[in-house]
Protein backbone atom coordinates (compact mmCIF):
# COMPACT_ATOMS: atom_id res chain seq x y z
CA UNK A 1 0.00 0.00 0.00
CA UNK A 2 1.25 3.88 -0.76
CA UNK A 3 1.82 6.04 2.35
CA UNK A 4 0.05 8.84 3.69
CA UNK A 5 2.54 11.14 2.02
CA UNK A 6 2.46 9.88 -1.47
CA UNK A 7 -1.34 9.27 -1.63
CA UNK A 8 -1.38 13.23 -0.71
CA UNK A 9 1.07 14.25 -3.24
CA UNK A 10 -1.20 12.61 -5.93
CA UNK A 11 -4.62 13.71 -4.32
CA UNK A 12 -2.27 17.45 -4.64
CA UNK A 13 -2.15 16.56 -8.30
CA UNK A 14 -5.86 15.65 -8.53
CA UNK A 15 -6.68 18.99 -6.81
CA UNK A 16 -8.71 16.50 -4.37
CA UNK A 17 -5.81 16.27 -1.02
CA UNK A 18 -9.28 17.55 1.03
CA UNK A 19 -10.17 13.75 1.15
CA UNK A 20 -7.26 13.28 3.77
CA UNK A 21 -8.37 16.12 6.27
CA UNK A 22 -9.54 14.32 9.07
CA UNK A 23 -6.73 10.91 8.59
CA UNK A 24 -4.61 12.18 11.48
CA UNK A 25 -8.11 11.85 13.70
CA UNK A 26 -8.63 8.12 12.34
CA UNK A 27 -8.05 5.13 14.30
CA UNK A 28 -4.95 2.74 12.61
CA UNK A 29 -8.08 0.57 11.24
CA UNK A 30 -10.47 2.94 9.65
CA UNK A 31 -7.41 4.76 8.27
CA UNK A 32 -6.04 1.83 6.45
CA UNK A 33 -9.34 1.69 4.65
CA UNK A 34 -9.54 5.39 3.55
CA UNK A 35 -6.16 4.96 2.03
CA UNK A 36 -6.86 1.48 0.53
CA UNK A 37 -9.97 3.36 -1.26
CA UNK A 38 -8.22 6.69 -2.13
CA UNK A 39 -5.18 4.10 -3.60
CA UNK A 40 -7.56 2.83 -5.81
CA UNK A 41 -8.19 6.17 -7.72
CA UNK A 42 -5.77 7.41 -10.46
CA UNK A 43 -4.78 10.83 -9.59
CA UNK A 44 -5.49 12.26 -13.49
CA UNK A 45 -8.34 10.08 -14.21
CA UNK A 46 -9.74 11.83 -10.38
CA UNK A 47 -8.89 15.44 -11.26
CA UNK A 48 -10.92 14.61 -15.01
CA UNK A 49 -13.85 13.08 -13.15
CA UNK A 50 -14.69 15.93 -10.92
CA UNK A 51 -14.04 18.86 -13.49
CA UNK A 52 -16.30 17.45 -15.73
CA UNK A 53 -18.93 16.56 -13.49
CA UNK A 54 -18.57 19.99 -12.34
CA UNK A 55 -18.66 21.42 -15.66
CA UNK A 56 -21.58 18.95 -16.88
CA UNK A 57 -24.02 19.84 -14.14
CA UNK A 58 -23.09 23.84 -14.41
CA UNK A 59 -24.30 24.08 -18.17
CA UNK A 60 -28.02 24.62 -18.73
CA UNK A 61 -30.44 21.76 -18.77
CA UNK A 62 -33.21 21.67 -21.42
CA UNK A 63 -32.90 20.69 -25.19
CA UNK A 64 -29.83 21.83 -27.26
CA UNK A 65 -30.77 24.89 -29.48
CA UNK A 66 -30.72 22.68 -32.73
CA UNK A 67 -31.81 19.26 -31.79
CA UNK A 68 -35.34 19.88 -33.11
CA UNK A 69 -33.45 20.11 -37.27
CA UNK A 70 -31.97 17.50 -36.60
CA UNK A 71 -34.40 14.66 -35.00
CA UNK A 72 -36.70 12.03 -37.10
CA UNK A 73 -38.76 8.88 -36.21
CA UNK A 74 -37.04 6.00 -36.92
CA UNK A 75 -37.82 4.86 -40.01
CA UNK A 76 -40.28 2.49 -41.02
CA UNK A 77 -37.77 -0.33 -42.07
CA UNK A 78 -36.08 -0.48 -38.83
CA UNK A 79 -38.92 -1.30 -36.92
CA UNK A 80 -41.09 -4.34 -36.26
CA UNK A 81 -44.12 -5.39 -34.02
CA UNK A 82 -45.48 -7.59 -31.45
CA UNK A 83 -48.66 -6.81 -32.27
CA UNK A 84 -49.29 -5.96 -35.85
CA UNK A 85 -48.36 -7.06 -39.32
CA UNK A 86 -48.36 -10.91 -40.78
CA UNK A 87 -49.02 -12.85 -38.10
CA UNK A 88 -46.72 -15.54 -39.64
CA UNK A 89 -44.40 -13.50 -40.33
CA UNK A 90 -44.15 -13.17 -36.35
CA UNK A 91 -44.39 -17.15 -36.38
CA UNK A 92 -41.28 -17.48 -37.62
CA UNK A 93 -39.54 -14.79 -35.79
CA UNK A 94 -40.39 -16.71 -32.99
CA UNK A 95 -39.54 -19.99 -34.25
CA UNK A 96 -36.07 -18.75 -34.92
CA UNK A 97 -35.62 -16.96 -31.34
CA UNK A 98 -36.33 -20.66 -29.67
CA UNK A 99 -34.06 -22.06 -32.07
CA UNK A 100 -31.37 -20.19 -31.24
CA UNK A 101 -32.06 -20.98 -27.78
CA UNK A 102 -32.25 -24.51 -28.05
CA UNK A 103 -28.77 -24.36 -29.65
CA UNK A 104 -27.27 -22.50 -26.45
CA UNK A 105 -26.61 -19.58 -28.44
CA UNK A 106 -28.73 -17.01 -26.10
CA UNK A 107 -27.83 -15.60 -22.89
CA UNK A 108 -30.07 -12.95 -20.27
CA UNK A 109 -28.25 -10.32 -18.92
CA UNK A 110 -29.81 -8.30 -15.65
CA UNK A 111 -29.08 -4.80 -14.75
CA UNK A 112 -28.92 -5.03 -10.82
CA UNK A 113 -26.85 -2.23 -9.41
CA UNK A 114 -29.39 -0.20 -8.13
CA UNK A 115 -31.31 -0.63 -4.35
CA UNK A 116 -34.75 0.30 -3.17
CA UNK A 117 -33.86 3.04 -1.45
CA UNK A 118 -37.28 5.03 -3.44
CA UNK A 119 -39.17 1.82 -2.02
CA UNK A 120 -38.22 2.54 0.86
CA UNK A 121 -35.81 -0.69 1.87
CA UNK A 122 -32.18 -0.55 1.90
CA UNK A 123 -31.79 -3.84 0.11
CA UNK A 124 -31.42 -5.13 -3.79
CA UNK A 125 -34.55 -4.04 -5.77
CA UNK A 126 -34.54 -7.87 -7.28
CA UNK A 127 -35.21 -8.84 -3.60
CA UNK A 128 -38.77 -6.64 -3.74
CA UNK A 129 -42.09 -7.96 -2.96
CA UNK A 130 -44.81 -6.02 -4.79
CA UNK A 131 -47.31 -7.82 -2.06
CA UNK A 132 -48.70 -11.08 -4.98
CA UNK A 133 -50.14 -13.95 -2.93
CA UNK A 134 -47.11 -16.52 -3.60
CA UNK A 135 -44.92 -13.24 -1.76
CA UNK A 136 -42.77 -14.07 -4.94
CA UNK A 137 -39.56 -11.48 -5.46
CA UNK A 138 -38.57 -10.03 -8.90
CA UNK A 139 -35.80 -12.27 -8.51
CA UNK A 140 -38.06 -15.21 -8.41
CA UNK A 141 -40.40 -13.75 -10.71
CA UNK A 142 -37.09 -13.45 -13.88
CA UNK A 143 -35.45 -16.84 -12.85
CA UNK A 144 -39.04 -18.74 -13.28
CA UNK A 145 -39.45 -17.49 -16.29
CA UNK A 146 -35.99 -18.37 -18.00
CA UNK A 147 -36.80 -21.91 -16.58
CA UNK A 148 -39.89 -21.91 -19.03
CA UNK A 149 -38.36 -20.52 -21.77
CA UNK A 150 -35.38 -23.03 -21.60
CA UNK A 151 -38.59 -25.59 -20.96
CA UNK A 152 -40.33 -24.76 -24.00
CA UNK A 153 -37.53 -24.43 -26.23
CA UNK A 154 -36.70 -27.97 -25.27
CA UNK A 155 -39.40 -29.30 -25.79
CA UNK A 156 -39.71 -27.76 -29.44
CA UNK A 157 -36.36 -29.37 -30.30
CA UNK A 158 -35.81 -32.08 -28.09
CA UNK A 159 -32.86 -31.10 -26.75
CA UNK A 160 -31.80 -29.27 -23.53
CA UNK A 161 -30.81 -26.30 -23.50
CA UNK A 162 -29.35 -23.53 -20.76
CA UNK A 163 -29.97 -19.68 -20.98
CA UNK A 164 -26.96 -18.36 -18.47
CA UNK A 165 -27.80 -15.81 -16.39
CA UNK A 166 -25.50 -12.65 -16.10
CA UNK A 167 -26.06 -10.40 -13.01
CA UNK A 168 -23.98 -7.25 -13.15
CA UNK A 169 -24.58 -5.86 -9.59
CA UNK A 170 -22.90 -3.22 -7.35
CA UNK A 171 -20.33 -2.66 -4.52
CA UNK A 172 -24.34 -2.35 -2.75
CA UNK A 173 -25.83 -5.10 -4.61
CA UNK A 174 -23.63 -8.09 -4.94
CA UNK A 175 -23.25 -8.92 -1.32
CA UNK A 176 -26.72 -9.22 -0.74
CA UNK A 177 -27.65 -10.54 -3.96
CA UNK A 178 -25.49 -13.38 -3.46
CA UNK A 179 -26.65 -14.58 0.11
CA UNK A 180 -30.11 -14.11 -1.36
CA UNK A 181 -29.66 -16.61 -4.70
CA UNK A 182 -28.06 -18.67 -1.90
CA UNK A 183 -30.49 -19.12 0.64
CA UNK A 184 -33.19 -19.85 -2.29
CA UNK A 185 -31.29 -22.61 -4.18
CA UNK A 186 -31.21 -20.43 -7.01
CA UNK A 187 -34.34 -20.71 -7.70
CA UNK A 188 -33.69 -24.16 -9.11
CA UNK A 189 -31.01 -22.88 -11.84
CA UNK A 190 -27.98 -24.29 -11.89
CA UNK A 191 -25.56 -22.08 -9.60
CA UNK A 192 -23.06 -22.46 -12.46
CA UNK A 193 -25.21 -20.47 -15.16
CA UNK A 194 -25.73 -17.82 -12.71
CA UNK A 195 -22.58 -15.54 -13.29
CA UNK A 196 -22.86 -12.45 -10.80
CA UNK A 197 -20.47 -9.44 -11.60
CA UNK A 198 -19.42 -5.95 -10.19
CA UNK A 199 -19.84 -2.45 -12.01
CA UNK A 200 -17.39 -0.08 -11.24
CA UNK A 201 -18.24 2.95 -8.65
CA UNK A 202 -16.97 6.30 -9.43
CA UNK A 203 -16.43 9.01 -6.40
CA UNK A 204 -19.75 11.99 -6.04
CA UNK A 205 -18.52 15.01 -6.48
CA UNK A 206 -19.85 18.66 -4.92
CA UNK A 207 -20.67 21.23 -7.19
CA UNK A 208 -17.68 23.22 -6.96
CA UNK A 209 -15.83 20.08 -8.51
CA UNK A 210 -14.79 18.37 -5.20
CA UNK A 211 -15.11 14.44 -4.49
CA UNK A 212 -17.45 13.96 -1.04
CA UNK A 213 -16.45 12.54 1.96
CA UNK A 214 -19.89 10.54 2.70
CA UNK A 215 -17.49 9.62 6.40
CA UNK A 216 -14.06 10.71 7.59
CA UNK A 217 -12.97 7.23 6.89
CA UNK A 218 -14.43 7.34 3.24
CA UNK A 219 -15.18 8.60 -0.49
CA UNK A 220 -18.86 9.04 -1.15
CA UNK A 221 -19.42 6.54 -4.03
CA UNK A 222 -21.76 5.62 -6.82
CA UNK A 223 -22.25 3.28 -9.62
CA UNK A 224 -21.24 4.35 -12.87
CA UNK A 225 -25.47 3.80 -14.35
CA UNK A 226 -26.15 0.85 -16.23
CA UNK A 227 -24.00 2.14 -18.92
CA UNK A 228 -20.88 0.85 -16.94
CA UNK A 229 -21.72 -2.43 -18.40
CA UNK A 230 -19.64 -1.94 -20.59
CA UNK A 231 -16.18 -1.64 -18.90
CA UNK A 232 -17.56 -4.05 -16.16
CA UNK A 233 -18.27 -7.01 -19.04
CA UNK A 234 -14.10 -6.42 -19.86
CA UNK A 235 -13.01 -6.04 -16.23
CA UNK A 236 -14.75 -9.63 -15.20
CA UNK A 237 -14.14 -11.18 -19.06
CA UNK A 238 -17.59 -11.83 -19.66
CA UNK A 239 -17.48 -11.93 -23.21
CA UNK A 240 -15.05 -14.64 -22.70
CA UNK A 241 -17.40 -16.40 -20.52
CA UNK A 242 -19.90 -15.90 -23.17
CA UNK A 243 -17.90 -17.38 -25.97
CA UNK A 244 -16.94 -20.58 -24.32
CA UNK A 245 -20.65 -21.10 -23.80
CA UNK A 246 -21.28 -20.22 -27.07
CA UNK A 247 -23.72 -17.67 -26.32
CA UNK A 248 -24.06 -15.31 -29.63
CA UNK A 249 -26.91 -13.30 -28.72
CA UNK A 250 -27.27 -11.36 -25.20
CA UNK A 251 -30.52 -10.10 -23.99
CA UNK A 252 -29.69 -7.23 -21.82
CA UNK A 253 -32.82 -5.81 -19.26
CA UNK A 254 -33.32 -3.75 -16.04
CA UNK A 255 -34.70 -5.46 -12.82
CA UNK A 256 -37.20 -3.40 -12.00
CA UNK A 257 -39.75 -3.88 -15.11
CA UNK A 258 -42.12 -6.70 -13.99
CA UNK A 259 -43.43 -7.87 -17.40
CA UNK A 260 -40.37 -8.26 -18.81
CA UNK A 261 -40.11 -11.33 -20.74
CA UNK A 262 -36.66 -12.56 -20.41
CA UNK A 263 -34.86 -14.19 -23.77
CA UNK A 264 -38.10 -13.15 -25.29
CA UNK A 265 -37.73 -15.79 -28.45
CA UNK A 266 -40.17 -12.96 -30.82
CA UNK A 267 -37.73 -10.20 -30.23
CA UNK A 268 -34.40 -12.62 -30.39
CA UNK A 269 -35.58 -14.23 -33.48
CA UNK A 270 -36.82 -11.06 -35.01
CA UNK A 271 -33.33 -9.06 -34.22
CA UNK A 272 -31.78 -12.33 -35.35
CA UNK A 273 -33.15 -12.28 -38.91
CA UNK A 274 -33.25 -8.78 -39.64
CA UNK A 275 -29.63 -9.09 -38.94
CA UNK A 276 -29.45 -6.55 -36.35
CA UNK A 277 -26.45 -6.07 -34.21
CA UNK A 278 -28.02 -3.89 -31.60
CA UNK A 279 -31.77 -3.88 -31.14
CA UNK A 280 -34.15 -2.07 -29.02
CA UNK A 281 -37.83 -2.70 -27.61
CA UNK A 282 -40.03 0.22 -27.27
CA UNK A 283 -43.61 0.91 -26.41
CA UNK A 284 -45.88 3.56 -27.42
CA UNK A 285 -45.83 6.85 -25.09
CA UNK A 286 -48.42 7.81 -23.23
CA UNK A 287 -48.82 11.02 -23.19
CA UNK A 288 -46.60 13.66 -25.35
CA UNK A 289 -45.14 14.45 -21.91
CA UNK A 290 -44.37 11.38 -20.44
CA UNK A 291 -41.09 11.40 -18.41
CA UNK A 292 -39.33 8.43 -21.14
CA UNK A 293 -36.56 8.57 -23.43
CA UNK A 294 -37.57 8.93 -27.38
CA UNK A 295 -35.97 5.82 -29.62
CA UNK A 296 -35.30 7.90 -32.87
CA UNK A 297 -32.59 9.19 -35.02
CA UNK A 298 -30.40 12.22 -34.57
CA UNK A 299 -27.94 13.31 -38.01
CA UNK A 300 -29.78 10.13 -39.51
CA UNK A 301 -27.86 7.98 -36.80
CA UNK A 302 -30.37 6.28 -34.04
CA UNK A 303 -30.30 7.47 -30.53
CA UNK A 304 -32.20 7.76 -27.30
CA UNK A 305 -33.12 11.02 -26.39
CA UNK A 306 -34.23 12.02 -23.06
CA UNK A 307 -37.45 13.56 -22.37
CA UNK A 308 -35.70 16.57 -21.13
CA UNK A 309 -34.06 17.29 -24.25
CA UNK A 310 -37.26 17.27 -25.88
CA UNK A 311 -39.30 20.75 -25.95
CA UNK A 312 -42.56 20.78 -25.80
CA UNK A 313 -43.77 21.66 -29.18
CA UNK A 314 -41.18 18.76 -30.43
CA UNK A 315 -43.39 16.37 -28.16
CA UNK A 316 -46.53 17.24 -29.55
CA UNK A 317 -46.02 16.53 -32.57
CA UNK A 318 -48.13 14.25 -34.84
CA UNK A 319 -47.63 11.90 -37.65
CA UNK A 320 -50.22 11.29 -40.58
CA UNK A 321 -51.98 8.72 -38.98
CA UNK A 322 -53.15 11.24 -36.06
CA UNK A 323 -50.13 9.29 -33.22
CA UNK A 324 -47.30 10.82 -31.70
CA UNK A 325 -44.77 11.63 -34.01
CA UNK A 326 -42.14 10.55 -31.66
CA UNK A 327 -43.39 7.95 -30.01
CA UNK A 328 -41.27 5.15 -29.36
CA UNK A 329 -40.75 5.30 -25.31
CA UNK A 330 -37.24 3.27 -24.21
CA UNK A 331 -38.05 0.82 -21.61
CA UNK A 332 -33.89 -0.74 -21.04
CA UNK A 333 -34.63 -3.61 -23.10
CA UNK A 334 -31.80 -4.52 -25.39
CA UNK A 335 -30.55 -7.16 -27.88
CA UNK A 336 -26.85 -7.14 -28.65
CA UNK A 337 -24.75 -9.52 -30.39
CA UNK A 338 -21.36 -10.52 -28.97
CA UNK A 339 -19.43 -9.42 -31.57
CA UNK A 340 -20.82 -6.15 -31.27
CA UNK A 341 -20.29 -5.97 -27.51
CA UNK A 342 -16.56 -7.13 -28.22
CA UNK A 343 -16.26 -4.07 -30.42
CA UNK A 344 -17.86 -1.31 -27.86
CA UNK A 345 -15.91 -2.77 -25.12
CA UNK A 346 -12.54 -2.91 -26.87
CA UNK A 347 -12.66 0.17 -29.11
CA UNK A 348 -15.87 2.26 -28.66
CA UNK A 349 -16.63 2.58 -24.23
CA UNK A 350 -14.53 5.63 -24.02
CA UNK A 351 -16.36 7.50 -26.58
CA UNK A 352 -19.53 7.31 -24.34
CA UNK A 353 -20.62 10.44 -22.51
CA UNK A 354 -21.54 10.82 -19.10
CA UNK A 355 -24.79 12.23 -17.95
CA UNK A 356 -25.59 14.31 -15.12
CA UNK A 357 -27.69 13.33 -12.06
CA UNK A 358 -27.88 15.74 -9.17
CA UNK A 359 -28.59 13.85 -5.92
CA UNK A 360 -28.39 14.40 -1.62
CA UNK A 361 -25.09 12.79 -1.00
CA UNK A 362 -24.72 11.93 2.66
CA UNK A 363 -21.55 13.81 3.30
CA UNK A 364 -19.72 15.16 6.55
CA UNK A 365 -19.39 19.07 7.04
CA UNK A 366 -16.24 20.65 7.91
CA UNK A 367 -15.84 19.47 11.77
CA UNK A 368 -16.81 15.88 10.02
CA UNK A 369 -20.07 15.87 11.81
CA UNK A 370 -22.33 13.23 9.62
CA UNK A 371 -24.82 15.10 7.37
CA UNK A 372 -27.35 14.34 5.48
CA UNK A 373 -28.84 16.35 3.05
CA UNK A 374 -32.10 17.97 2.54
CA UNK A 375 -31.55 18.92 -1.16
CA UNK A 376 -29.20 17.68 -3.68
CA UNK A 377 -26.09 18.99 -2.83
CA UNK A 378 -23.70 16.69 -5.10
CA UNK A 379 -23.02 15.24 -8.68
CA UNK A 380 -23.10 11.59 -9.96
CA UNK A 381 -22.11 11.10 -12.99
CA UNK A 382 -23.81 7.90 -15.00
CA UNK A 383 -23.42 5.90 -18.44
CA UNK A 384 -26.75 4.66 -19.90
CA UNK A 385 -26.73 1.00 -21.54
CA UNK A 386 -28.54 2.96 -24.61
CA UNK A 387 -25.75 5.11 -25.09
CA UNK A 388 -23.93 2.15 -27.80
CA UNK A 389 -27.13 2.56 -30.09
CA UNK A 390 -25.39 5.26 -32.36
CA UNK A 391 -22.20 2.51 -32.77
CA UNK A 392 -24.61 -0.24 -34.16
CA UNK A 393 -24.31 -0.68 -38.46
CA UNK A 394 -27.82 -2.35 -37.85
CA UNK A 395 -30.02 -1.03 -35.37
CA UNK A 396 -33.72 -2.46 -35.23
CA UNK A 397 -36.24 -1.46 -33.00
CA UNK A 398 -39.31 -3.71 -31.45
CA UNK A 399 -42.67 -2.27 -30.43
CA UNK A 400 -44.63 -4.24 -28.11
CA UNK A 401 -47.43 -3.54 -26.25
CA UNK A 402 -47.21 -1.96 -22.98
CA UNK A 403 -49.91 -3.88 -20.59
CA UNK A 404 -48.18 -7.02 -21.83
CA UNK A 405 -44.18 -6.07 -21.60
CA UNK A 406 -43.76 -2.77 -19.30
CA UNK A 407 -44.56 -1.85 -15.68
CA UNK A 408 -41.62 -0.41 -13.70
CA UNK A 409 -41.17 -0.38 -10.38
CA UNK A 410 -39.92 2.87 -9.67
CA UNK A 411 -41.62 4.59 -6.53
CA UNK A 412 -43.08 3.60 -2.95
CA UNK A 413 -47.03 3.05 -2.82
CA UNK A 414 -46.65 6.98 -1.91
CA UNK A 415 -46.52 7.78 -5.54
CA UNK A 416 -49.30 8.00 -8.33
CA UNK A 417 -47.19 5.62 -10.38
CA UNK A 418 -44.74 2.68 -10.96
CA UNK A 419 -45.15 1.57 -7.52
CA UNK A 420 -45.77 -1.60 -6.25
CA UNK A 421 -49.64 -1.50 -6.50
CA UNK A 422 -49.44 -0.52 -9.92
CA UNK A 423 -46.93 -3.63 -10.92
CA UNK A 424 -49.07 -6.09 -9.07
CA UNK A 425 -52.16 -5.13 -10.83
CA UNK A 426 -49.89 -4.90 -14.22
CA UNK A 427 -48.88 -8.48 -13.44
CA UNK A 428 -52.00 -9.97 -11.75
CA UNK A 429 -54.22 -8.01 -15.20
CA UNK A 430 -51.49 -10.27 -17.84
CA UNK A 431 -52.06 -13.58 -15.86
CA UNK A 432 -55.49 -13.11 -15.75
CA UNK A 433 -55.54 -12.39 -20.00
CA UNK A 434 -53.21 -15.37 -20.21
CA UNK A 435 -55.66 -17.43 -18.02
CA UNK A 436 -58.69 -16.49 -19.73
CA UNK A 437 -57.14 -17.15 -23.64
CA UNK A 438 -56.27 -20.22 -22.24
CA UNK A 439 -59.83 -21.61 -21.62
CA UNK A 440 -59.94 -20.92 -17.47
CA UNK A 441 -63.14 -19.21 -15.98
CA UNK A 442 -62.60 -17.23 -12.70
CA UNK A 443 -66.08 -17.44 -9.88
CA UNK A 444 -66.75 -15.07 -7.22
CA UNK A 445 -67.38 -16.44 -4.35
CA UNK A 446 -70.70 -17.19 -4.63
CA UNK A 447 -69.94 -19.51 -7.67
CA UNK A 448 -70.93 -17.04 -9.92
CA UNK A 449 -68.67 -16.41 -13.06
CA UNK A 450 -66.96 -13.06 -13.31
CA UNK A 451 -66.61 -11.49 -16.54
CA UNK A 452 -64.18 -12.22 -18.75
CA UNK A 453 -63.03 -8.84 -19.11
CA UNK A 454 -62.07 -7.93 -15.54
CA UNK A 455 -61.62 -4.53 -14.61
CA UNK A 456 -58.45 -3.16 -12.86
CA UNK A 457 -60.13 -2.63 -9.77
CA UNK A 458 -61.28 -5.79 -9.67
CA UNK A 459 -58.09 -7.24 -10.24
CA UNK A 460 -56.44 -5.23 -7.28
CA UNK A 461 -58.81 -5.39 -4.71
CA UNK A 462 -60.36 -9.17 -4.77
CA UNK A 463 -57.82 -11.09 -2.79
CA UNK A 464 -59.38 -14.49 -3.51
CA UNK A 465 -58.95 -13.54 -6.99
CA UNK A 466 -55.31 -12.95 -6.32
CA UNK A 467 -54.60 -16.25 -5.41
CA UNK A 468 -57.14 -17.88 -8.29
CA UNK A 469 -55.16 -16.25 -10.95
CA UNK A 470 -51.87 -16.81 -9.60
CA UNK A 471 -52.67 -21.07 -9.13
CA UNK A 472 -54.05 -20.44 -12.49
CA UNK A 473 -50.88 -19.43 -14.10
CA UNK A 474 -48.72 -21.45 -12.23
CA UNK A 475 -51.02 -24.27 -13.46
CA UNK A 476 -50.25 -22.93 -17.39
CA UNK A 477 -46.83 -22.27 -16.87
CA UNK A 478 -46.34 -26.32 -15.60
CA UNK A 479 -45.74 -25.60 -12.60
CA UNK A 480 -42.24 -24.64 -12.97
CA UNK A 481 -41.69 -23.04 -9.32
CA UNK A 482 -42.10 -26.77 -7.90
Not at 204 to 212: E, L, N, Q, T, Y
Request: one cysteine or more; charged letters at 25%; hydrophobic letters at 40%.
Amino acid sequence: MASEADLRARLQRASQEHLLRFCAELAPEPRAALLAQLEALEPEALRQHCQRAAAACARRPGPPPDLAARLQPLPLERVGSASEGDPQTRRLWEEEGFHQIALNKVAVLLLAGGQGTRLGVTYPKGMYQVGLPSQKTLYQLQAERIRRVEQLAGERYGTRCTVPWYIMTSEFTLEPTAKFFKEHDFFHLDPNNVIMFEQRMLPAVSFDGRAILERKDKVAMAPDGNGGLYSALEDHQILEDMERRGVEFVHVYCVDNILVRLADPLFIGFCVLRGADCGAKVVEKAYPEEPVGVVCQVDGVPQVVEYSEISPEVAQLRAPGGGLLYNAGNICNHFFTRDFLRTVTRELEPLLQPHVAVKKVPCVDEHGNPVKPLQPNGIKMEKFVFDVLPFAKNFMAFQVLREEEFSPLKNADSADRDNPSTSRRALLAQHCRWALRAGARFLDVHGAQLPEQLSPGAVSGDTDLFVAIESATTLLMGNISS
